[in-house]
């Protein structure tokens, strides 16, 4: 099972900018797609970015595109979160999240996270 | 991409049996079969409990089933326990790499 360690979260001041990482272990990271998923205070699990094993594709939830900037670095098994243009409405805890589905097999016959971050508090305020 | 829709709540004994629903549209659940839900205890990560409709991974007990018709899809909790009490959360596959999740639904074991 692959472990996923985020770092970087913290306080910072509205329109400022804040980089989320997410190592993970395992040989084979690069073989599935992340996603980042973010949970408001007291609110639900919000979808909002997911980049593909290669890092080819990469998709952005209506509520973050323009602002946020999803990568991944393979020799370090890295997943990163550049956010730009902070909001208060931004404040969340966020998670990285692993997609069960072994990109080597297309196409795709299975979806959901199978493994997820700790979680990393993000506070826009000033 | 909205939401897909949850009862906010939802009750039972010990030893009975809940069924969350979650539905969502034509775009989302109407369109893939890849619905998975989620297990979240309060300032813990989700946990995933089934995934591709009703497939539960190893460890998780089959007191936990999934199914789904149309654009609605269920969770049901058979034999239901004190540790069952927690937060759900369904979510589906709308498009190629894009995800939309659940709102969410507590469920208390009475």
């Known amino acids: 099972e692959v472990q996923l360690l985020e770092s970087g979260g913290g306080l910072v001041q509205p329109g400022g900018s804040l980089r989320l990482s997410c190592v993970g272990s395992?040989?084979?990271?690069?073989?599935?797609?992340m996603t980042w998923v973010r949970q408001a205070p007291g609110k639900g699990l919000e979808w909002v970015s997911t980049?593909?094993?290669?890092?080819?594709?990469?998709q952005y939830a209506e509520s973050v595109r323009g602002r946020f900037t999803v990568s991944r670095d393979k020799s370090k098994n890295t997943l990163y979160m550049e956010m730009n243009s902070l909001r208060a409405a931004d404040t969340a805890v966020y998670y990285c999240?692993?997609?069960?589905?072994?990109?080597?097999?297309?196409?795709?016959?299975?979806?959901?996270?199978?493994?997820w971050g700790q979680g990393n508090l993000v506070i826009v305020s000033s | 991409q909205s939401a897909l829709t949850q009862p906010r709540s939802v009750s039972g004994s010990p030893g009975q049996s809940v069924t969350i629903s979650c539905i969502g549209t034509?775009?989302?659940?109407?369109?893939?079969?890849?619905v998975s839900w989620y297990q979240q205890r309060p300032g813990k990560a989700p946990k995933l409990i089934i995934f591709?409709?009703?497939q539960r991974p190893s460890g998780v007990p089959d007191r936990f089933s999934g199914s789904k018709s149309g654009y609605t899809a269920s969770l049901t909790i058979s034999g239901l326990q004190a540790d069952d009490q927690a937060d759900y959360y369904c979510?589906?596959?709308?498009?190629?790499?894009?995800?939309?999740f659940g709102t969410g639904t507590e469920v208390t074991v009475l």
């Open positions: 591709d409709v009703n």
């Open positions: 999240a692993k997609d069960r589905w072994w990109e080597r097999v297309t196409p795709r016959a299975t979806a959901g996270f199978d493994s």
């Open positions: 395992g040989s084979s990271f690069s073989d599935y797609a």
């Open positions: 034509r775009s989302d659940l109407g369109s893939y079969y890849y």
């Open positions: 979510a589906s596959l709308a498009g190629s790499y894009i995800y939309v």
């Open positions: 980049i593909s094993g290669s890092g080819m594709t990469t």
